[in-house]
């Protein structure tokens, strides 16, 4: 129970400034005290679990033992106020402003484009801060590690990286393939057809230009601190909170009696563990006690036989104490070490492993835990001190498995960490394999250790413990027992591995599923130990040979690859684009890499989000009640109890809506039924979010099951549940074709569903107005004016009354075209019933278990062609998972249909597509809108017809690629000369053939280890297929001092839209930029708009602008005429006098658009965007993982406005078609609830997923009449280049398979995940699993 008597003060500082707080509340985080009570709202919010680094800080302290002042970055969502007693915070705000001063940090993420929505970049900012506060001039590896914790969903991180490298000490070029040289500067590309090596810039910003780090400008840590922390009081502080008490001892004593005082208290140190699951778990603790300033726990002492760490020491500080050791001592002495240290690496990220303390790690037992696995093995003794004195346990499978007899006592505290030196004979190694290499949770991982007898092969000790297959870290003690006294062969190997799957045996229901891959990994990680040791052992034993030795197998090259792990390389690559016309007026901004125009107040935290709004009077919060159940009748809702809780003001119901409730089939909020786990049902409304979010646990509903639940596309079809009809194109005649061919094919494919990620969730904020029943809505959204249109037709009030704003939006990727609508009529409709201003910001959990995505898809192809790869007929059927709703599925199926063909010129043809209901929340718009999952059943196919061929697959693609101006399957007229050119140049630009050749090479040479590549071609068309939809329009105002505002119809989603409107009107007005400038886009000053969406914003809203300006220049044209010497200022001027209107609407009324189904033709699409993607990757066939070696990009940006903004729309869409494809896996439980609701089960890619070598270029000198100044949007089409690295992942896979003597036509599944690969490379492992199987 919390003690009554009254809290201390908690004093810290922020950004220089001391902070007090009397009533510090255990509760609070500090990215909450940061955005509500500092209102520094350059913090953001976006998972809450420490999983995405957006809310990144750095905090400085004295460290109690060496006295000296250390920075480290955190994630401010993880870290309660209270621990912060004595410490410096630096935030965004503290490290630069553009009204003061800006940072070398941040003007050079800005100016070298690592900003696109600007979500990401404080986070980003502060990572790179706090490294180099303490490495000025970092390595290049030292970078990747810091950022390695950071997630950006729009970049695609390569720009941010090339921000970071400025300050490296080895940067110097693009250092392509190792050379430390510029390809260019080498004059390799001098015959290259991209044109003339003057034509063609490699660089997007001017190095030069950037302020020099001075860290002698660096806030120094305050002086009162340091008096603070020479505390001789050392007295306890204790923060009392509303329903927590946070007690803080000065002394190890006061700590010791506390802990026998309140011995349920947990401790809190880095709050990694407890705090994650007190949010998510409903953990509650009304005691915490807080041993932050107790100095005893983060002793290190060395000794002759082991090092001693205290519990209290970071997991970052572990590792630099242990690679210090690992320096010193012989290298058999430090074999623990060295595979803890190999497990740190990878475990989380930089901010965690500066949070996670050792025995917060030891005493949480996570059954993932990387390091309790080796710390098992390496006989780890815990050094427990409480009241009664002092003991020491192993840490063994007893205390990992919880046995009370072998655990803490309440009252005892773990002080400190014996690890032993490891001796001679003795071999220590650490095995891991996560969805990805790095700030991924393990799936499974395990600690090894072996001791020989002296001299010999022959087993004494052997301990093996694996994390991730059961409950808790797991010892396979029996097995080890039966082994010992063994020689180290091939006999024991495969005696222990089936003696290993039967002790070590995951029931089905195991944590996160994969059993098989699981159990695969259980032997493929004893058998590469296995390896490992026979080559330590090889080493020993020459030197000394000794009586009985046996002759050891020498194991030959090919099988050496199994040793290796993939080593993290920090990307590089040259980004190729053409430069201007040399007589361009310089003042003219067409096609320069102009910097976002928001990016550097991104990267100063300044650039304003939704939710950074401040607080508005009488605001309340609003959080949502959603289904448990996947198919119900709603038989009651009891709100009564959550009516209860202090600060709850109502709860809003369907009832409450004055006028409609969404459609018949798609509720705003459900009324009598749900039709899927997350459809929404009431809303609670309250004082604040932590009220409201309370108070939705407390609302009761019973449900009455329903049937039939339906939640995959097979059963969809086996139910008949469709939610639309079929969509089919034809040409030719597909059955007499298939009666001509030599072969054919017919394969599956199984594409999964995607999680858009971005990193603003859904908010919204509306504020009602006392007149006329206006509102005002700031929402996050890509169509504010479907926003606007929805909350009217909810409240039944006239469109007129209501505007929406939109400033801008932490990216989009068609997640926020339909959805925001929902959330912006429901929080209006409490707006109306209470009267108050609601805002509504959804957690990532929220937002990722309501709000749907891609559409997964099941695609049956049936392929006939001539025996030299010629196709003749090609019918493919696929259905896509709607989820429970129509939403976009539809449009989707018609877009997917549309595109199937891709590059191909096929002559007989048939597409079907269908939309599946099912009990899922509803999927969406997403990035390529179909296109990406239907192409890859195309590209499969291309791949299973180059199989039966006995051809690369790179022959087929290009035997069967349109050449000629031609018709598409619907009969649109388009010359594929751009596409041609692009596949030609990817092919020349990456060396294709004569890597193709070296990947076979790599391939005879190496069994474990496999090379892929493959080169895609695309053909992606932009637009809508509705002429409506193309239509945009802007207004421009110029004022009378000359500056001009633009407002348009397109909103900024990171992609740069009002960078490239602003360029558009500068080329127009003959002004520079800035004179110019971009509000918001609102509903009150272009209405009617189109969402921002299908790449053609920046096209349509170009026109528009264009239009705007040319009306006004003609109008000041007369002027301008009169005094062609005069000043913009001065025309303007005159031009007010003579009572000339510096206003003008422009209007774009777009392309014509449509399709006519019936016959199967149309022009449904303005334009086309062609690209061709090289793409080679190596994979471990006995783990899954796999590295991306490199990756060349071509793609035909015409005239690109921007090229720095295009190349990041080319890079960003590619790196999340690579997460589509690869790891980005969407789980659910058997009731239909999602499971991956946030970071640590979801991942998207991050930094270090980026290929090793990223090439882009844009291709040159090509035209399109149609659009503004012949530039393309590009928004979408990098998605599906994403493939070439699946379709590199599944050439090595069949590599693996062909050698292996099995079936290459395997099923094709995306995304390409370690779990597919390693069951697709089958071996004697997956046997022995499979085996297994069928005999229990
Ligand atoms: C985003 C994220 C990613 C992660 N990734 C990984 C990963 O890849 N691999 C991995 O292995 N782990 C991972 N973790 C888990 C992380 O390693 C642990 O959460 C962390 O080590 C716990 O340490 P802590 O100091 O934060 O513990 P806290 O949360 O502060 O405490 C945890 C528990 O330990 C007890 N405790 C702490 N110290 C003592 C002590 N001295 N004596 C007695 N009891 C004590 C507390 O009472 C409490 O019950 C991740 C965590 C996060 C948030
Ligand atoms: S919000 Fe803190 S790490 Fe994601
Ligand atoms: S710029 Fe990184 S998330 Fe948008």
Redesign the pocket.
């Known amino acids: 129970m919390p003690c009554p008597s009254r809290s201390d003060e908690l004093v810290f500082f922020v950004n220089g400034r001391k902070v007090i707080e009397r009533n510090a509340d255990p509760e609070v985080t500090l990215l909450s005290f940061l955005r509500k009570n500092l209102r520094l709202t350059g913090t953001k919010y976006a998972c809450g679990?420490?999983?995405c680094g957006a809310c990144t800080v750095m905090v400085s302290k004295r460290d109690p033992t060496s006295q000296e002042i250390r920075h480290f970055s955190v994630?401010a969502c993880?870290v309660p106020i209270c621990s912060l007693y004595g410490a410096a915070v630096t935030t965004v705000e503290g490290v630069g402003s553009i009204k003061t001063r800006l940072h070398p940090v941040q003007e050079r993420i800005a100016k070298s484009h690592g900003t696109q929505c600007g979500f990401c970049t404080p986070g980003m900012v502060m990572s790179m801060y706090t490294l180099l506060r303490n490495h000025p001039q970092p390595s290049e590896e030292q970078l990747l590690e810091a950022l390695a914790?950071n997630l950006c969903r729009c970049t695609g991180y390569r720009p941010i990286l090339a921000s970071g490298k400025t300050f490296c000490l080895e940067s110097n070029g693009c250092q392509q393939k190792g050379t430390g040289k510029c390809c260019l500067d080498l004059g390799e590309n001098d015959s290259s057809s991209l044109g003339r090596k003057s034509d063609i810039c490699t660089e997007l910003f001017v190095k030069e230009e950037f302020q020099p780090l001075d860290p002698t400008q660096e806030l120094i840590f305050p002086p009162e601190l340091l008096r603070m922390a020479e505390d001789p009081e050392k007295r306890t502080l204790t923060f009392h909170g509303e329903r927590v008490t946070w007690i803080s001892p000065g002394t190890f004593k006061d700590l010791l009696e506390l802990k026998a005082k309140h011995p349920e208290a947990?401790?809190?140190?880095?709050?990694?563990?407890?705090?994650?699951a007190m949010r998510s778990k409903g953990h509650f603790h009304p005691i915490l006690l807080s041993?932050a300033r107790i100095s005893e726990?983060n002793v290190v002492s060395k000794t002759n036989d082991g090092l001693t760490i205290g519990?209290?020491c970071?997991?970052a500080h572990v590792k630099d104490i242990l690679a210090e050791r690992v320096s010193e001592l012989p290298e058999e002495k430090t074999q623990t070490y060295r595979a803890l240290l190999k497990?740190l690496k990878?475990?989380?990220?930089q901010q965690?492993r500066n949070?996670?303390?050792?025995?917060?790690?030891?005493?949480?037992r996570?059954s993932?835990?990387?390091?309790?696995p080796i710390l098992a093995v390496g006989n780890t003794t815990l050094n427990l001190t409480s009241e009664e004195g002092t003991r020491r346990i192993p840490l063994s499978e007893h205390f990992l498995a919880g046995l009370a007899s072998a655990d803490?006592k309440p009252e005892?505290?773990?002080?400190s960490v014996y690890i032993p030196h490891s001796q001679k004979w003795e071999f220590v190694s650490a095995f891991r394999q996560?969805q990805c290499q790095h700030?991924?949770?393990?799936d499974v991982?395990a600690g090894m250790r072996v001791l020989f007898k002296e001299g010999t092969d022959i087993i004494e000790d052997l301990s093996i413990t694996y994390?991730g297959v059961g409950a808790a870290t797991v010892s396979a003690h029996k097995s080890c027992q039966q082994l010992l006294g063994r020689q180290w062969d091939e006999l024991m190997l495969d005696e222990a591995c089936r003696r290993l799957l039967d002790e070590v045996s995951l029931p089905g229901w195991a944590p996160g599923g994969r059993v098989e891959f699981k159990r695969t990994l259980v032997v493929s990680f004893f058998f590469k130990f296995y390896l490992q040791v026979l080559q330590e052992l090889k080493k020993l034993i020459k030197p000394f040979p000794v009586p009985n030795s046996r002759h050891y197998p020498e194991i030959s090259d090919r099988f050496l690859s199994a040793l290796e792990d993939f080593p993290g390389t920090v990307p590089q690559g040259v980004q190729r684009y053409q430069s201007v016309d040399s007589h361009q007026p310089l003042q003219d901004p067409v096609g320069r890499p102009v910097m976002h125009l928001s990016g550097l107040k991104h990267a100063t935290g300044e650039a304003e989000f939704c939710d950074d709004i401040p607080m508005v009077d009488k605001e309340l919060h609003m959080a949502l009640v959603t289904s448990t159940r996947a198919y119900a009748k709603i038989i009651s809702i009891d709100l009564s109890k959550a009516l209860e809780i202090p600060g709850v003001v109502d709860v809003i119901t369907a009832k409450d809506i004055p006028g409609t409730n969404g459609t018949e089939d798609d509720k705003l909020l459900a009324v009598d039924e749900v039709l899927c786990v997350g459809q929404i049902i009431c809303a609670v409304v309250a004082e604040t979010d932590v009220q409201a979010k309370r108070a939705i646990e407390k609302i009761k509903i019973t449900y009455e099951e329903l049937e039939p639940i339906i939640f995959t596309i097979e059963d969809a079809i086996k139910h008949n549940s469709f939610l639309c009809p079929e969509k089919k194109l034809e040409q030719g005649n597909i059955e007499e074709a298939f009666e001509k061919v030599d072969q054919i094919v017919e394969g599956e494919v199984h594409v999964g569903g995607q999680e858009h990620f971005y990193m603003e969730t859904q908010r919204v904020l509306v504020i009602p107005k006392t007149e006329d029943k206006e509102l005002d809505i700031y929402v996050s959204t890509q169509d504010p004016a479907h926003v606007q249109k929805t909350v009217s037709s909810t409240l039944h009030i006239p469109i007129n009354r209501i505007t929406c704003h939109v400033k801008r939006v932490g990216g989009g990727f068609g997640g926020k075209i339909g959805r925001p609508a929902v959330f912006g009529a429901i929080a209006a409709v409490g707006a109306l019933k209470t009267g108050h201003p609601i805002r509504l910001v959804l957690d990532r959990e929220d937002d990722m278990l309501i709000t749907g995505g891609r559409h997964p898809l099941f695609g049956k192809y049936k392929v006939g062609f001539m025996n030299n790869g010629r196709i003749k007929a090609l019918d493919i059927e696929c259905f896509i998972n709607g989820g429970c709703t129509l939403d976009d599925s539809e449009l989707v199926t018609e877009f997917l249909i549309l595109k199937l063909e891709n590059a191909y010129k096929i002559r007989n043809l048939r597409f079907r597509g269908r939309a599946c209901l099912t009990n899922l929340p509803s999927n969406t718009a997403f990035r390529g809108f179909g296109f990406p999952q239907g192409t890859l059943v195309t590209e499969s196919c291309i791949t299973a017809v180059a199989a039966k061929c006995g051809l690369p697959p790179e022959k087929i693609r290009e035997k069967n690629m349109y050449q000629t101006v031609d018709k598409t399957i619907y009969k649109q007229a388009f010359n594929p000369e751009s596409l041609i050119r692009c596949w030609n140049e990817c092919l020349d630009t990456s060396s294709f053939h004569n890597r193709r050749m070296q990947v076979e090479e790599f391939n005879k040479k190496n069994y474990w280890k496999k090379r892929g590549i493959a080169v895609i071609p695309m053909k992606f068309s932009v637009g809508f297929a509705a002429t409506s939809y193309h239509q945009a329009a802007a207004l421009v105002h110029i004022y009378t001092d000359g500056s001009v505002l633009v407002t348009h119809g397109g909103n900024e989603l990171g992609q740069g839209i009002h960078t490239k409107m602003l360029q558009v009107a500068s080329r127009e007005l003959k002004i520079p930029m800035s004179y110019l400038h971009i509000c918001e886009t609102s509903t009150a000053t272009v209405p009617n708009t189109i969402a921002t969406a299908a790449s053609i914003g920046a096209d349509t809203n170009g026109r528009a602008v264009q239009n705007a300006c040319q009306i006004l220049l003609k109008r000041l044209e007369p002027i301008i005429k009169k005094n062609p010497e005069g000043t913009w200022e001065e025309w303007i001027e005159a031009a007010f006098e003579q009572r000339i209107s510096l206003s003008a609407t422009g209007y774009f009324r777009g392309y014509k658009a449509f399709m006519d189904w019936e016959k199967g033709e149309g022009d449904p699409f303005p334009y086309y965007v062609y690209g061709a993607a090289c793409s080679e990757v190596e994979i471990d066939c006995l783990t899954g993982a796999h590295k991306k070696i490199r990756t060349d990009i071509v793609m035909d940006a015409c005239c690109s406005l921007n090229p720095a903004i295009d190349i990041g729309q080319i890079e960003g869409a590619f790196i999340q078609g690579m997460g589509l494809y690869t790891t980005e896996e969407l789980k659910y439980s058997p009731e239909g609830v999602l499971y991956s609701r946030g970071?640590?089960e979801y991942k998207i890619p991050t930094i270090s997923d980026v290929p090793e070598e990223f090439n882009v270029s844009l291709l040159p000198s090509s035209q399109t009449p149609l659009t503004i100044y012949s530039s393309k949007g590009l928004g979408e089409s990098g998605m599906f280049l994403g493939s070439s690295v699946f379709f590199a992942i599944t050439d090595a896979v069949a590599a693996a398979r062909k050698e292996r003597d099995i079936a290459e036509d395997f099923t094709v599944k995306s995304p390409a995940t370690p779990e597919w690969v390693r069951m697709a490379c089958a071996d004697r492992f997956t046997e022995m699993v499979w085996n297994y199987r069928l005999f229990f």
């Open positions: 679990r420490g999983g994630t993880l914790g947990p401790l809190i140190l880095g709050n990694t563990s407890l705090g994650p041993p726990l519990a209290g970071s997991l497990h990878s475990l989380a990220g965690i949070m996670a303390s050792l025995g917060g790690h030891i005493i949480s996570h993932y835990s990387d390091l309790n803490l005892e505290i773990l002080e996560a700030n991924a949770l393990p991982n994390g970071p640590d």
